[in-house]
């Protein structure tokens, strides 16, 4: 009975976003109607995965969630912002909280092609990237090519020698910032509760020749950050959504004057961390802002000196 009431819900969902977009594809530009059709890559696949994972757990009201969320990521190609935050969002969130508005990244829409490693060294790392992102993404909940670049550009331009990961997953982000850290002498301490996912990191970071680079912590994160001592130039959450706070309050004070806190999922996981993201947009030691909205969505926090 549950099995059918999930695929019913499901069906409809799905049959009401198909409708919802061909009514709103003739007033849509080409590049609107490509960001809608991200729904049905990597993201929709995260989002299966873990509807099975809540089904095989008989988890009720993870699956009222997970299904809730679907119907948010189908309004927002269909009348809220690209940011995930917006009308119907809760007390505090008001137009003064919301991302700004635009096209991809920063901005407009502009030409870029695939990153040119600048090295084999980094020839081998980029070849490695695009073998996880073809062949290990599935249910992995990656970042997104765009969402890798940009951490990298971070890295570097900030001379980091500290980034701290919680959600390791198999690695991909995570080799993202060592492509940055190599080049700075730094390292990233990157946490996960999943052994599966741990090893199978482990095994990537070797492969892409990063491990010196890495110190991975096995563990529920929010006990295990207390061991860290900091200072901290990036931190970086990707984990669950629910203990986005717990982190910042139990991290922010580890984050150097000047560092950043970036956190994924601000898009497509928007009410899950609502009170993380009051916190970020309200404090007055903290500036925020919002980019790749029409993906994942990243929240880049800067820790005011």
Known sequence: MVR???IGLLIVSVISGFVLAQQTGSRRGAADRAAQGRMGGGMMDDWLDQLDKAYQANNREEMGKLIEQFKQMRQQRGGMGPGGIGPGMGPGM???MQPPQGGR?????SPENAPVPQDDIEKK???V?????????????NCSVEDGRFFRILVESMNAKTVVEIGTSNGYSGIWWCLGLRKTGGRLITHDIDKNRFDLATANFK???VSELVQQVFGDAHETVAKIEGPIDILF???DKEGYMDYLEKLLPKVRPGGLILAHNTTNAGRSMQNYLTAITTNKDLETIFVHKDQQGVSV?????
């Not at 990244?105 to 829409?109: M, S």
Request: charged fraction near 25%; hydrophobic fraction near 35%; glycine fraction near 22%.
């Open 237 to 239: 959450l990707d984990a």
């Open 301 to 305: 926090t800067l820790k005011k000196r």
């Open 125 to 127: 790392i980029l070849a």
């Open 207 to 209: 492969r892409a020749g």
């Open 105 to 109: 990244g920063l901005g407009g829409a």
């Open 94 to 96: 008001g137009q003064g």
């Open 129 to 141: 990237l695009d073998d996880m992102r073809q062949n290990q993404s599935r249910g992995m909940m």
């Open 4 to 6: 059918k009431g999930v």
